[in-house]
């Protein structure tokens, strides 16, 4: 049965960008684990094929598309639940990435969409608290056309000279969390992580709202940026292989818009040595 989110769920996810869920999928994190670990070995260890040494972040775009069990979190009924409440019943799945992140990661937005909602489903899975890298957020700051909001966007990464702090000393709310716990957040959110270790686990889950017809560019846009990361295709094998027609529906509007990508990557090969790290 679908966990829909109830109506005081949506309403905090309306006003302050982001929504907790402890223990929704610790059910299941065992597996996830074993499985986000064997797409890694699968992958040599770390960015690109080379060893994760700690430096620096370590990204796999397509993440839960390359393997069929975690794959099949996108037909989860606790996953579909976030997403059709906040996404609608016909939202986009719009990919994953596995990291081994390393260290902070600087306050941010990962999108600033003014219309389509986007949101990110994230799991990490080492148990993480506000100094040991846990992810941050400042509730509000999704909201983009208010004066906070701006303002964020605007002296974020410059909160020393904006306000004389520090980021790590930027007020938010530390989202600590275990292993089978899940945070959920608008892509507009600023958020932020501070004092991880050099292997923190985490992979996430990007959906939104399907895109009107009339809109179909800033969606083409959107999957085009996956050239950052070499991918050929809006989605890994594994996903598209085992999809059922439930699944499919979820996967259709990307597929029908991706037939960009193999050039717009073959031009990012020519420019980077590497894949992107995020
Ligand atoms: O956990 C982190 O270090 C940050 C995660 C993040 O920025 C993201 O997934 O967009």
Request: with cysteine; charged share 25%.
């Amino acid at each position: 049965m679908k966990h829909n989110l109830d109506a005081q769920q949506l309403s905090f996810f309306e006003t302050f960008g982001y929504l907790g869920f402890p223990g929704l999928m610790a059910d299941r994190v065992q597996e996830i684990i074993s499985d986000f670990e064997e797409v890694w070995a699968r992958h040599g260890g770390g960015h690109n094929g080379q060893a994760h040494d700690g430096t620096a972040r370590s990204c796999i775009a397509q993440f839960i598309d390359l393997h069929e069990r975690l794959s099949t979190l996108l037909d989860d009924e606790r996953i579909r639940g976030i997403a059709t409440s906040l996404v609608g019943d016909d939202f986009n799945y719009m990919g994953s990435d596995g990291n081994y992140y390393a260290g902070d990661t600087g306050w941010h937005s990962d999108g600033w969409h003014p219309e389509q909602r986007h949101i990110k489903i994230a799991f990490y899975l080492d148990t993480l608290t506000r100094e040991t890298g846990c992810l941050r957020v400042i509730p509000g700051s999704h909201q983009i056309n208010d004066t906070f909001g701006k303002t964020l966007q605007e002296h974020i990464r410059g909160s020393d000279s904006a306000w004389g702090i520090s980021g790590e000393d930027v007020p938010a709310v530390a989202l600590e969390t275990a292993p089978g716990d899940i945070v959920c957040f608008n892509h507009n959110t600023k958020h932020a992580a501070f004092g991880g270790s050099e292997r923190r686990r985490m992979f996430t889950m990007n959906l939104c709202q399907r895109y009107p017809e009339d809109r179909l560019s800033d969606l083409r846009e959107y999957i085009g940026g996956g050239a950052r990361f070499w991918v050929e295709e809006g989605y890994g094998q594994a996903m598209i292989r085992t999809a059922s027609q439930k699944r499919l529906r979820h996967l259709e509007q990307v597929m029908e818009n991706d037939d960009h990508l193999p050039e717009l990557t073959r031009k990012a090969k020519l420019k980077m040595t590497e894949p992107s790290r995020g």
